[in-house]
Nanobody
Framework: VQLQACGGGLVQAGDSLRLSCAAS????????VGWFRQAPGKGREFVAA????????YYADSVKGRFTISRDGAMNTAYLQMDNLKPEDTAVYYC???????????????WGQGTLVTVSS
């Protein structure tokens, strides 16, 4: 299974974007899909995750209340709705798959190419 993120773009502070993460195959209900981001010169940072079967969601404190992760099982696609975007949200956003809930990017796999989100002030 390969995951591919898309939907990034250039927006202004306060705007919204919705990112999509499409899986090339069916995801098991035990899977966890996570969104991460990487700003220039920084490491990959946890943003949000969802348990595929239970739909339980988890967020980094920096995005809680502004971002919403969801999924469409029939489409094998996860989404990241990003509202009230801030310049510090500027980064390349990636999605990956893990076998259990973790905030560590090293535990995720099947990363695809990321999608760039740029938020201007």
């Amino acid at each position: 299974v390969q995951l591919q993120a898309c939907g990034g773009g250039l927006v202004q502070a306060g705007d919204s974007l919705r990112l999509s993460c499409a899986a090339s195959g069916r995801l098991l209900s035990s899977s966890v899909v996570g969104w991460f981001r990487q700003a220039p010169g920084k490491g990959r940072e946890f943003v949000a995750a969802i348990r595929w079967g239970r739909r339980s969601t988890y967020y980094a404190d920096s995005v809680k209340g502004r971002f919403t992760i969801s999924r469409d099982g029939a489409m094998n696609t996860a989404y990241l709705q990003m509202d009230n975007l801030k310049p510090e949200d500027t980064a390349v956003y990636y999605c990956g798959r893990a076998i259990e809930l973790t905030y560590a990017p090293a535990q995720y796999k099947d990363w695809g190419q990321g999608t760039l989100v740029t938020v201007s002030s």
